[in-house]
Each structure stands twice: as structure tokens, then as C-alpha cells.
């Protein structure tokens, strides 16, 4: 199937004794949106680092786009077209807002090697540009975000992804820190990448988010997928108890 | 939702109450104890450190005694440039002291002149090899230095020891290898082209080009953006594609560079290299930079902060010396000083950390 963007076999992470994750099989067609849910600590984002090789995994093929990959880190993945927000946000403190944009693929004036001229002018109003999107409120994005709320952070590294086009995007709890307005600024652009065709994995304990945005839940509980489950057929309470333990996944019961 | 020039979605943004840049602070610090020395000046010498009391220069400062100040401060100076930058990058760095010394013995060998007034030059290292061309001690000065570099920057980048470790592991090595290299002995009489690099006051204009080139360097190239990333949050600069490792060869190569242009501007001012050159030039060093605001645990700083910094310690020195007090009390004081900047450091931190 060549609509598959995304799919992983047996992918497998220990850290020393611990089985973060254990065999997932997941698969993602262009275009589709995917919710991962779980308790915390279930490997979600253990999950994320291993397809975007910030860690690299103990077991299992990772397929993208047709191809088995091994990227040799996030650069390798995100240069391939993966584009993901962590949970950790992988922000620097003392850096303002378009440096932080701009990390690591900084727009320059005048190549020179690593003593290239940064063009400061084209990365600000981009990084304007960016932030309009997620409607969040930064008085100044010249000063270092250090001094910034939680959810201005939030906003900056979402606005960091959908700045850049990629042929995947992955979101680890881009709204757990957001308040009302800025959430809805967010589901926004979720909404904007479905209708302009590019696939989502949204990892999100908000159940109505979900239920409202995505296509399918793949449920994770102690480092396994227990559940796939089409969001038409399924409702949040069904998902509870996929998430507790109380049922799991009729191919999934061997596990 | 109208917005301010660097201001998003509405918020009032009052462009003149915009926070004072940290450097300010270091400025009135300089001036504050250059007060201080003033009015002990006056009251236990009579006469003022830094302004022409009696009429003997044409402008309102004693320039003799400002020139040695800044001359003073000129060769370690150059060494701080390369301090600070591998402290922005949340390193420190152990060895340039002893680079100053290995690369001030090797310069030298290659700067020597055949013949001392009509005789053989009694301290020529090798037979054979004297009256060079100036750029030839200066080269090899400079790729001992980056040799160095790399060593300290490939140990700390790719087998993860400390930065501390790699760098006292090149502190000792290097300074008995410049013990090795002429058995102890000095090394003297280079040539007069080797001998103009350190002669008057070109070692300030050296520290003052030096300072602007990575001034520049440092807030206009994704060199200096990449350096602030990683002090800032080194795991964050990883999973945004930056090459960390690479990086920190880079800088901690351009900070042994540095030593040993130091070098060589000190033992051409000095017209002879001794093994013994630059004990203790990197604490002094890395005292200016924690002077000049710059935060030890990376990520925050600046060249304009270390210049001002360097500024402050040889007003300090200086000031010692002028009012009469042992040598002793000089050293003692270094060390409070360099306690009380980090001391300083940290209480900012934890009020910046207070406030979030
Ligand atoms: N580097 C590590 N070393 C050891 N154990 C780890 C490491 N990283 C994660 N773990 C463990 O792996 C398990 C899965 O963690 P993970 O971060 O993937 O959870 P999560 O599903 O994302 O949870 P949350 O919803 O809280 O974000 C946890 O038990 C965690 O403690
Ligand atoms: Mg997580």
C-alpha cells in the first residue's frame, strides 16, 4: 500500500529494565489524522523518539514513505519530513523567539560556512507571520523566552512546525499548557493541515479534542498498543476503558 | 489586534521601557570603583589614578598610567575573548596558559635571528634555522594552538569527559611539553619582524580587533546564534539539528587559537619565550569574563561585557599598585573578586528563575 506514509513493525525501546515499549505496530495513511492516547507513562512519547530517532530504538523497522528509514537523529528525520513538537518543547531559554523559530536552520544573508550572516529581518517577520497563526499573545518577540508564559512557549514550537512544510507532523501534548483561546487557535491549524491533505499524529489526553479532530485512536497502555479504533465507531467511554485496562482490543489479545 | 513593531496578537508593548542591556551594569561597575580608587587615591596618595592632577599630559587623563592599564590587560585580554566564547557555550576552559607557554617557546624557535651582534645567536634552537620570514613563527604559532584546540574539543565533545577534566588534562601536558622543547632553557633574540607584533601599544590594537571581529562573530553569524543555542539548552540544540559536537571543536579551537595569538604578541613584547609563560593567564582570564556579566552557566554574555570585564580587573590591579599595597593583597583580592562575580552570577539567576 504506497498511501501508507508512516508505519512501524515491532518497534521496540528498553531503557536498561525498563520495557518503555514493546512491539508497537502502527500505521498512519497520508492525509490521516491519528490520536494517541494512554495514561501517563503508557510510551507515548518513548513512541515519538524513537520514530524521530531522538533515541535510538532497541528492536523493530520503522518504514517512511515506502522506505525502511534509520535516521541518525531528528535532523536525519525532520530534514526526511518529519516535523514534530515534543513534549519537552526543545526550546532555548536565553534565545528569543525567532532564534528559537529559526533553531538549527537559521535564514542567512551571505553563506560563510558556520560563519555565515544571519538575516535577522527575514526570520522576524516569518516568525510574525508563524505566531499570527496560533493566535497567541507575545508582547515582544525580541526578548529571551525565558521570561515567557508556558503557553507563549507552546505556541512558539507549534508555530515552529507549522512554519515548515513536511510530510508528517507530530504533536506530543501541543495544548496541555494552553489556555481557552490559544487551544482553539491550535485546533485551528490541526484543522488546516487536514483540509490542505497532511497527516497528524496528535498525542492528547483531551478526550472532546480528539473526538472532535481526528480520524482514528490508537490506544498505548504499559508500552503496548491495545486498541485501534475508528473514531466514528467508538465514544469516549469505550476509550476509558481502553485506557484503564478495563478492555483491550480483540487483536490485540495475545498481549 | 493591532500589533507593536515586535509584539504579537495586541499586547502593549512600550518600546522605550525596554530592560537595559546587562552590560550597562558592567559599565557602572567600572566606573563606580574607578570612584572608589579615586577618592582612596586622594585620600592616602595625594593624587588622582586616572586624571592629569598636575598638568603634565595634554588631555584631562594621566595617559601614561591609563596606557598601562590597558596594555596590561591587552594579552590576557585575548585569551578572555576565547574564554567567554567557550563559557557562553557552557564550558571552561583550563589550558590557555599553557598554550600561552608551549606556543610562546615554539614561535619563538622559528623567529630567531643568526647572529647577535656579530656572533653566532648563542640561544639558537636549531642550527640552521633563524632570520625566517615573520609569517612563518606566527603559522606555526597558530596551528599549535589549534592543535590544542582540537585535542580539548574533540576529548570534550566525543568521549563526554568534563570540560574541566579535558582542559587541566591540557593544562599539565602542555606546559611540560614547553618545559620539553628547549630543556628548560629560554629562548631569545628574534627577529625584528617578530619583535614589532608585541612592541608599543600594538598588543591593545590586537586585543581591540580582536574584540570587534567576534563581537561581530558572535551576534551576526549562526556561528555566535549556535554557540548561545547550546549554552542555553544543550539537548534542545541537538533535537534542532544543530552539530553540537562539531560546534564545540569549533569553539573551543577558535579559544586555543587565541592563547596562542596571545603568545606570540607576548613574547614579542617581551623578546624572549620562557616555559614558564602564562601560569595562572586563564583564572585571570576567566575573572574578566565573569566580570563582564558573562553567565558560567552558558548561554548568556557577551565580548562588549568581557572588554569592559578586562577593563575592570586592570583598573583594579592597577589601583592596588598605585596605592602601595603588597603584591600579596593583589592576589588575595583577585580571588575575591572572581568569587564575588559568580556569587553575583548566581543571585541573578535565581532572581530570573524567581520571576517565571
Ligand atoms: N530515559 C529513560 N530512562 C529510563 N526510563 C525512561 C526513560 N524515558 C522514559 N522512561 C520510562 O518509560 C516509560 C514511558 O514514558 P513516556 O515518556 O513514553 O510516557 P508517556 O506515555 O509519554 O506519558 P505522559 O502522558 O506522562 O507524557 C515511563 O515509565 C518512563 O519513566
Ligand atoms: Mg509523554
Redesign the interface.
Known sequence: MSDIILETRGLTKHYGGVHALEGADFAIRKGEHVAIMGDNGAGKSTFVRQITAVEQRTRGDVIFDGKPVHFAGPIEAREAGIETVFQNLALADDLDVPSNMFLGREKVRFKLGPFSILDNKAMREATMGGLVKTGVKIPNILNPIRNMSGGQRQCVAIARTAAFHSKLTIMDEPTAALGVQETAQVEKIIRTLKEQGEPLILISHNMRQVFDLMDRIVVFRRGRICANLNVKDTDPQDVVAYITGAKTGAEFEDV | MA??A????????DDKK??RAPEWNVFFALILIVVVFEVLGMILQGQSLLFDTDGRFDSIFNEQRVKIIILQVSIIGIIALGSTQVIILGGIDLSPGSIVGLTAMISMSFAQVAEVNGMVNPKLMFDGVADLPVIVPVLIGLVVGIAAGIVNGALIAYTKIPPFIATLGMMVAARGAAKWWSKGQPISFPTEGYATIGSGMMPVVIFFSLAVLFHL?LK????G??T??I???E????????KVDR?KV?VYTIAASLAALAAIVLSSKNLTAQAGMGVMYELDAIAMTVIGGVSLSG??GSIIGTVLGSLIFGVIISGFTFLRLDAYYQEMVKGVIIVGAVVLDQWRQQR?AA??
Open positions: 500589533n507593536s515586535h509584539g504579537i496578537g495586541g499586547l502593549v508593548f525596554k530592560a562573530i551576526y553569524t549562526v556561528y546564534k549556535h548561545y543555542a549554552g542555553s539548552n539537548q534542545a540544540s541537538r533535537m534542532s539539528g544543530i560546534h569549533l548561554g548568556r530570573a520571576r517565571l
